[in-house]
């Protein structure tokens, strides 16, 4: 089946720093989606996108499918956006979604 | 609306014995899903529906079973519970309708120990 990876595994920052996070994926998709599981274990779906790019607020998200890999961006970080972040595909609809491991995202304040 | 719900929230189950993890939604929502969550494994796929009456194993189906005789309720069975399905339990839903985002909306969880 279908492989997805993120990196990195865990990331610390400071408040009002940036960062990148990568979902690597090895095959094409229909759907990809990313995901913020915060530190009480809800998940909240941030970005539906098998290809191009969104933006929404300070979160904004890329996917080259032709190259397999999506990248959520996360500027002038703040300590809610602690939590687990999670790329998830399918290469049917959204009802059998494959995830990845996550990346531990803490910010410091 | 509601969105998804879970009940219960926590239990506490001794090996062998059988329970019934309910989830439930209000959006009309043809797809439903259930997953599992384990340490540094992400959310794996347990079964999911396509609608009434239409249910499909996952990755890991292993000792449940489910059914879907409504549009509202995805009810997950455990038969004999053993202690390698302690974990926290997710159900999730979507809509069948593509170019809406597919949205996937997920439960609060349901955190289950068989001792």
């Known amino acids: 089946g279908i492989q997805v990876e993120q990196s990195p595994p865990d990331l610390i920052l400071q408040e009002g720093a940036n960062s990148t996070l990568r979902c690597n994926f090895s095959?094409?998709?229909?759907?990809l989606q990313w995901f913020h599981q915060n530190p009480w274990g809800q998940l909240i779906n941030l970005f539906y996108?098998?290809?191009g790019t969104k933006q929404n607020g300070r979160l904004s998200a890329t996917t080259v499918a032709t190259e397999r890999y999506s990248l959520l961006y996360i500027s002038s970080s703040q300590t809610t956006d602690s939590g687990v972040y999670f790329c998830?595909?399918?290469?049917?609809?959204?009802?059998?979604?494959?995830f990845g491991k996550g990346t531990k995202l803490t910010v410091n304040p | 609306n509601a969105g998804v719900t879970q009940t219960p929230k926590f239990q506490v189950l001794k090996t062998g014995q059988s329970m019934t993890l309910q989830c439930a939604q209000d959006?009309?929502?043809?797809?439903m899903s259930w997953y599992r969550q384990d340490p540094g494994m992400g959310l794996r796929l347990i079964h999911y529906?396509?609608?009434?009456?239409?249910?499909d194993q996952g990755e890991v189906p292993n000792g449940y079973n489910v059914s879907r005789s409504t549009t509202e309720d995805f009810p997950l069975r455990l038969l004999s519970a053993a202690p390698s399905q302690t974990s926290v339990y997710f159900c999730?839903?979507?809509?069948?309708?593509?170019?809406?985002?597919?949205?996937?909306?997920f439960g609060p969880g349901t955190r289950l120990l068989v001792l």
């Open positions: 999730a839903s979507s809509s069948i309708h593509r170019g809406s985002g597919e949205t996937q909306y």
């Open positions: 998830a595909v399918d290469q049917g609809g959204s009802e059998k979604l494959v």
């Open positions: 996108i098998p290809s």
């Open positions: 529906s396509v609608g009434a009456g239409i249910t």
């Open positions: 095959d094409s998709v229909n759907n």
């Open positions: 959006m009309n929502h043809e797809y």
